[in-house]
């Protein structure tokens, strides 16, 4: 992507110039891939990042509520409970889309040093990672009416469909596949489904913020000593229950074929307990947990049709077996939602017999195996 694809360096200038009451003069400008995003050097050798927002693949969300939304995080965050979690917000032109952030260089996606290096290199980088999650989320546990102020300033937003609204036609259409595919959710299992999604609804004092995505490639650290974590892309920012944020430490995302790793889902508990000391009760969190993951684990099946369709050998196959096999042995683990483990662990049986391809010994693959695309 070039920058003309995504703006001018006038539009930056002027932006900046009005906030600083200064005249500032862009004398570089640097795509950063993957993202709709630049790093714009100024006169000075000052640099920053310019992100310009454009339509997400999913379209739920328009262009000018994402930006408002990134726009409220950040400056929530930073100004109102003085965080150093991610980026700060230089200045913002809500018209033009455009927001202009802190460079947080040399600092760079975990993801990336993990497809490049393997997990056993970074321990440490992805142990600050989880770290940085749980902080995120027990340091705005209980100050959403202080977000939602800075939010609605804004523009319009739906906080009921921030906890869970976005949620439940993900969960129905992957309802409707699991019975496709012969593992449909009765009986027990949906009277468990029933209670997993209150909790998911009614998250009490897990209500906490999350950026919404929070897999490996939103998160920048360095790539030798101190890993100095920060998080960014705040688009989908919004107020729901706290163990969304873990489930990508127990169930692969889209990147990733096993993301099993105990060491890093204790570094997130014990960062999320020191704001909601609720954490240390065993049998709450491992019951929201354990929904959270099955929550995720619809959305992720509701993909069946399109994974189907793909050639035997393609890595989403096996991908989505490893996502409903993490989800079972993660309530397994908590002693929780026996019959949704069980629901889970025939669909990925199904899944096995249906996609002889992708009948692999998924135990047996490291932390952080990446799905090849």
């Not at 929530?76 to 979690?85: N, V």
């Not at 975990?110 to 989320?137: C, K, S, T, V």
């Not at 002693?335 to 949704?340: F, G, M, W």
Request: contains cysteine; glycine residues 6%; aromatic residues 6%.
């Amino acid at each position: 992507m070039t920058a003309e694809e995504i703006g001018r360096p006038a539009d930056v200038e002027s932006v900046l110039s009005r906030h600083r009451s200064a005249s500032v003069t862009v004398v570089g400008w640097e795509p950063v891939p993957p993202w709709a995003v630049v790093r714009a050097r100024l006169d000075g050798a000052e640099r920053v990042i310019v992100k310009w927002t454009r339509p997400h693949v999913n379209g739920s969300r328009t262009i000018s509520w994402r930006t408002r939304t990134e726009l409220a995080a950040l400056r929530f965050l930073s100004d109102d409970l003085g965080l150093g979690l991610a980026p700060r917000v230089l200045a913002a032109d809500l018209a033009a889309g455009l927001v202009v952030l802190e460079d947080l260089a040399p600092r760079t996606p975990l993801d990336q040093l993990l497809l490049a290096d393997g997990a056993a290199a970074h321990a440490d980088r992805l142990a600050a990672f989880a770290r940085a999650r749980g902080e995120l989320n027990a340091a705005t546990a209980g100050r959403a009416a202080t977000y939602y102020a800075r939010r609605a300033a804004l523009g319009p937003v739906a906080v009921a469909e921030d906890r869970f609204g976005r949620f439940v036609a993900h969960e129905a259409e992957g309802r409707r596949q699991a019975a496709a595919l012969g593992a449909p959710i009765t009986g027990e299992a949906e009277h468990e489904l029933a209670a997993a999604l209150a909790e998911l609804a009614e998250p009490g004092p897990f209500l906490a913020l999350s950026n919404g995505d929070p897999e490996a490639n939103n998160v920048l650290v360095n790539a030798s000593g101190d890993p100095d974590a920060r998080l960014i892309d705040f688009e989908f920012a919004g107020y729901t229950h706290a163990l969304h944020d873990a489930v990508c430490l127990h169930v692969p995302g889209p990147a990733w074929l096993s993301v099993r790793d105990d060491p890093l889902a204790a570094e997130y508990r014990r960062a999320l307990t020191r704001g909601v000391p609720e954490a240390e009760d065993d049998r709450r969190y491992g019951f929201g947990l354990a929904a959270a993951c099955v929550s995720f684990a619809l959305r992720r099946l509701e993909r069946l049709l399109t994974v189907d369709a793909r050639a035997p050998g393609d890595h989403s196959r096996p991908q989505l077996v490893a996502t409903l096999e993490a989800t079972a042995r993660t309530a397994e683990a908590h002693r929780v939602l026996p019959h949704l483990a069980g629901w889970a662990r025939r669909g990925a049986a199904l899944l096995r017999r249906r996609w002889p391809d992708a009948d692999l010994d998924l135990d047996a693959l490291p932390p952080y195996t990446p799905r090849l695309r």
